[in-house]
Every structure is written in structure tokens, then in C-alpha cells.
């Protein structure tokens, strides 16, 4: 089963910086796009930066624009997320995501990585 699995989160004060990593579900697997998503407590959850895997276009969220920069390793099988000039309200739940060749929406998900931020 395909799998995904976040690390890096943490706690930070507001200011910092994070970086958080998603490895998998292995170079064969075959996908249209990779996307980090967010839920705080009590919220649904929301897309906060999404690349696409052929031809690497990107996409943000308006909350995280300027701030939070999206990438894909040369291993093709990793994806990153710089997150910098943090907030209180990026606090949540982070989780990866990937969307499969011939689905319409992401279909393998992590299990998600804390991210807190202290005021």
C-alpha cells in the first residue's frame, strides 16, 4: 500500500522557520501532483501549497504566500516545505498528500506532523 511519511515538524516561536519533509510513496509511483495540506483543531482541513509533478508549477494558499516555498528533491520521490516568517496561525496538523495518475483528487495521504508556533 502506497504510503507517505511526513517529518520535521515541531514547535517554534513565531518568527522562525520550519522545513518539513515528505518521502514516498516510491520514484515508480506514478502521480500528477503532491500537495501539503493543513487542519487546525476544530477546522477543516485546507490546502496550503501543492506542486505539480510534471512541470513543477505551483500553487499557494493566500495565508502562505511569500512565506512558505514548496519543492520536489531530485530523488523524485521527496517533497519539501519551507516554511519562514511564522505565525501563531500556522499552527495544525501538516499533512502530505499525493494525487495518483487517473484519480481526481489526492488518494494517499501521511499521517500528518505537528507544527506549533508560539506567540
Known amino acids: 500500500q502506497a504510503q507517505l511519511v511526513e517529518s520535521g515538524g515541531g514547535l517554534v516561536q513565531a518568527g522562525g522557520s520550519l522545513r518539513l519533509s515528505c518521502a514516498g510513496p516510491?520514484?515508480?509511483?506514478?502521480?500528477?501532483?503532491m500537495g501539503w495540506f493543513r487542519q487546525a483543531p476544530g477546522e477543516d482541513r485546507h490546502i496550503v501549497a501543492r506542486?505539480?509533478?510534471?512541470?513543477?508549477?505551483?500553487y499557494y494558499a493566500d495565508s502562505v504566500k511569500g512565506r512558505f516555498s514548496i519543492s520536489r528533491a531530485r530523488d523524485m520521490n521527496t517533497i519539501c516545505l519551507q516554511m519562514n516568517s511564522l505565525k501563531p496561525e500556522d499552527t495544525a496538523v501538516y499533512f502530505c498528500?499525493?494525487?495518483?495518475?487517473?484519480?481526481?483528487?489526492?488518494?494517499?495521504w501521511g499521517q500528518g506532523t505537528q507544527v506549533t508556533v508560539s506567540s
Open positions: 516510491g520514484s515508480t509511483f506514478s502521480r500528477v501532483a
Open positions: 498528500a499525493a494525487q495518483r495518475v487517473g484519480e481526481r483528487e489526492y488518494d494517499v
Open positions: 506542486i505539480r509533478w510534471s512541470g513543477g508549477e505551483t
